[in-house]
């Protein structure tokens, strides 16, 4: 079974960047046909995609995101990377990283969220 665990700050001052980690457990993150995502849902307010990264390393983000956002990877570790810079209260969400299976066309997997809050 695959288990996804993210980690990071709870708490960031507004123009700092946001740096989470999703540590995967049960499966390789280099396995073939999933996508290594971080979604985030702002309070009140729904879903949002934020970036992915394919099994080969390729990465895929949000147009309204991406010239903040920054998606990597640590094969040995098993672990993917988001890195959201110059942050403002609006970036305050529960923040979860997922794997997309391209063959099912859905999130197989989620990890629990994280509890990210902007402010000074």
């Known amino acids: 079974q695959v288990q996804l665990q993210e980690s990071g700050p709870g708490l960031v001052k507004p123009s700092q960047t946001l740096s989470l980690t999703c540590t995967v457990s049960g499966g390789s993150i280099t396995t073939n046909y999933y996508y290594w995502s971080w979604i985030r849902q702002p309070p009140g307010k729904g879903l949002e995609w934020i970036a992915s990264m394919g099994y080969s390393g390729l990465n895929y983000y949000s147009p309204s995101l991406m010239s903040r956002t920054s998606i990597s990877r640590d094969t040995s570790k098993n672990q993917f990377t988001l890195q959201l810079s110059s942050v403002t209260p609006e970036d305050t969400a529960v923040y979860y990283c997922?794997?997309?299976?391209?063959?099912?066309?859905?999130?197989?997997?989620w990890g629990q969220g994280t509890q990210v809050t902007v402010s000074s």
């Open positions: 997922a794997s997309w299976d391209l063959q099912k066309r859905t999130y197989s997997y």
